[in-house]
């Protein structure tokens, strides 16, 4: 950990000094969640705030990263009306895997660990987890429409939100022989499908209407 720290500092001291104090913040956030805030108790008997706590890594972490971009401007500020839509989707990306990787059947759960699926019951977790997965997608489409990428992330997001419903009606078909590894996996599909069509179609056209 201290090796990554000190390779991150260095990073950013020769890529801009600017990018230190954002980068500080995000660090000192990290240890602060690695110690559940001092509140170790209080925040795991309430579900809800601990994820939140947890997942506001997820933003910090791409406004740092977007600010490699942005501070780079002639204005060096960031672009707000850019930025929410994505940094928003991003808080909600951490919810989609947090409440993914724990959904599970019933012959899979652990005496002790406190899955969704345990806390809320198997209907309300799915329908939770779908409800990220939209709100998620809904930011995304929001952001694409800012940067001019709307149709060709639509065309990504959508089939992949269609086979996370299809997936939740089977399981919930039958929630003692099932497999909950799908959510976890579709989860992770889902992110990678988001960022690499955010950051990566703007990209392409950028290049498509340079090379025409």
Not at 16 to 22: E, G, I, N, V
Not at 133 to 157: F, H, N, R
Not at 163 to 191: A, D, M, P, Y
Request: aromatic content about 12%; some cysteine; proline content about 4%.
């Amino acid at each position: 950990g201290v090796g990554i720290v000190l390779v991150q500092g260095l990073a950013a001291l020769c890529f801009k000094p600017a990018l230190l104090p954002l980068l500080a913040f995000v660090w000192v956030y990290f240890a602060l969640m690695s110690k559940e805030f001092f509140i170790s108790e209080w925040l795991r008997s309430r579900p809800i705030a601990y994820m939140v706590s947890h997942m506001m890594i997820m933003p910090l972490l791409d406004f740092y990263a977007t600010a490699c971009d942005w501070l780079f401007s002639s204005t060096a500020n960031p672009p707000v009306s850019h930025l929410i839509w994505f940094l928003v989707a991003s808080f909600l990306n951490g919810a989609v895997i947090e409440i993914g990787r724990k959904i599970r059947c019933k012959k899979d759960e652990e005496l002790g660990v406190e899955t969704y699926t345990v806390l809320w019951g198997a209907s309300k977790a799915v329908v939770a987890w779908l409800i990220a997965i939209g709100l998620s997608m809904t930011m995304a489409l929001m952001a694409g429409a800012e940067i001019q990428v709307l149709k060709p992330i639509t065309l990504v997001l959508v089939p992949i939100l269609a086979g996370s419903i299809v997936w939740s009606i089977r399981f919930l078909k039958n929630t003692e022989q099932c497999n909950g590894k799908g959510f976890e996996l579709i989860s992770g599909i889902w992110v990678l499908a988001m960022y690499l069509s955010l950051g990566g179609f703007p990209i392409i056209l950028r290049w498509l209407s340079g090379g025409l």
